[in-house]
C-alpha cells in the first residue's frame, strides 16, 4: 500500500538539492515616540538573518521572500539580495532611526546601520556602516518634495569586493503629487 512507505526523516524547513534547509531571520525593533518635540522619535533595532558556515552540508542562508532590501537594509542597496550579497554568509544589521519635525511643513530622518555578516570569512565579518538622511517639505496639501542622501563607509570585506573602494555617497530629490 503506498501510503505506507517509510519516508526520509527531514530535519530542516525543506530541501534544495541534496541539502537540507534550515535557515532563519530575527529581528526586533524599539522605539519612544514623543509629544511636543522637535524629536519625534527614536528607534533601535536588530535584524540577522542566517547564513551558511564555510564547509556546511546543509543550507541555513536566509532568503528573503520579497525583495524588500531597500526599504530595511539602508537606501544605497549594497543587500538587496542577501544570500548573493553577502556570499550567502547572512547579514547582521544593527541599527538606530531618529525622527525630527522640524517646523508644521517639513519632517526629517536620520538612519544608522552597522552590517556584519552572520558567518565570519576568514575571520572577518564587518561589512561597513551607512548613513541615511531624509528630509521632507510639505508645500501644499497634494505637493511635497523630498530630499535624500546616504553614505556608506565599507568595511574590510567590502573594500576588498570593490578594489579598495573608499565611502560611497548617494542622494535623490523627489516630487509627490497626491490627488
Do not use: C
Not at 519516508?7 to 530575527?26: F, H, K, N
Not at 525593533?29 to 540577522?48: D, I, K, W
Not at 530622518?109 to 576568514?122: D, G, K, N, P, T
Not at 517639505?137 to 518634495?145: M, N, P
Amino acid at each position: 500500500v503506498p501510503f505506507l512507505r517509510p519516508s526520509r526523516p527531514r530535519r530542516g524547513a525543506g530541501e534544495r538539492g541534496a541539502a537540507d534547509i534550515g535557515a532563519y531571520t530575527l529581528t526586533g525593533l524599539a522605539g519612544y515616540a514623543f509629544s511636543n518635540s522637535p524629536l519625534t522619535q527614536v528607534a533601535a533595532g536588530y535584524e540577522y538573518l542566517s547564513g551558511t558556515p564555510t564547509g556546511e552540508t546543509d543550507y541555513k542562508s536566509f532568503d528573503p521572500p520579497f525583495a524588500t532590501g531597500h526599504k530595511f537594509h539602508g537606501f544605497m542597496d549594497y543587500f538587496t539580495n542577501i544570500p548573493l550579497h553577502t556570499g550567502n554568509l547572512g547579514l547582521t544589521d544593527l541599527l538606530g532611526r531618529v525622527n525630527l519635525k522640524l517646523s508644521d511643513r517639513m519632517t526629517a530622518a536620520a538612519w544608522y546601520h552597522q552590517f556584519r555578516l552572520a558567518e565570519s570569512s576568514a575571520g572577518e565579518d564587518m561589512l561597513g556602516h551607512e548613513i541615511d538622511l531624509t528630509a521632507k517639505y510639505q508645500y501644499a496639501l497634494a505637493l511635497s518634495f523630498e530630499v535624500g542622501l546616504a553614505s556608506f563607509l565599507p568595511g574590510p570585506l567590502m573594500r576588498a569586493k570593490f578594489g579598495g573602494a573608499d565611502a560611497g555617497l548617494w542622494g535623490y530629490l523627489a516630487t509627490a503629487v497626491t490627488f
